[in-house]
C-alpha cells in the first residue's frame, strides 16, 4: 500500500472518530442540564471519553501500518512530547504552589498533542 493510501485511510479513520466524538460531547452537554444529579448524569458526562477509545484505536493502526524507520522517527517524537509535557505539568504544579490559577487535566493532551505536531513539523521541514 502506498504511503499516501495509508495517509488517507489513517485520516478518514482519525477523523471519523473525531467527529463521532464531536457529537457524543455536544449531546451530553446539551442533555446534562436535564438530568439530574446520579449515576445516569454521570454516566451521561463520562459519555465523550468512549469515542476516544475509537481514536486510540485509529492511532495504533496507523503505527501498525508505518514502517520501521517512519514507526521509529513518531515513537521518538511522541516520547519527546510525553517528557515535555511531563516536565511543563511538574513545573505549574510548584508554580501552583506559588499561587497561580489551578488547571485541569484537560490542559495536559492539547500540550502533548501542540508538541508532538510542533516536532513533526520540524521533522517535516528538516527532511525536506
Do not use: H
Not at 11 to 40: N, R, T, W
Not at 67 to 85: H, K, Y
Amino acid at each position: 500500500m502506498l504511503e499516501r493510501d495509508v495517509t488517507r485511510k489513517y485520516q478518514k479513520e482519525l477523523f471519523g472518530a473525531i467527529g463521532i466524538y464531536m457529537v457524543v460531547l455536544f449531546a451530553s452537554l446539551k442533555l446534562e442540564g436535564s438530568i439530574p444529579q446520579g449515576p445516569l448524569r454521570t454516566a451521561l458526562l463520562v459519555s465523550p471519553a468512549f469515542p476516544i477509545g475509537l481514536t486510540i484505536w485509529a492511532i495504533a493502526r496507523q503505527f501498525r501500518r508505518m514502517d520501521e524507520f517512519v514507526r521509529m522517527r513518531q515513537l521518538e517524537m511522541l516520547s519527546i512530547a510525553a517528557a515535555v509535557t511531563a516536565g511543563l505539568s511538574l513545573t505549574y504544579g510548584f508554580m501552583e504552589n506559588a499561587g497561580f490559577p489551578r488547571l485541569t487535566m484537560f490542559f495536559v493532551w492539547p500540550v502533548m498533542g501542540a508538541v508532538w505536531a510542533t516536532l513533526a513539523c520540524g521533522d517535516k521541514l528538516r527532511r525536506r
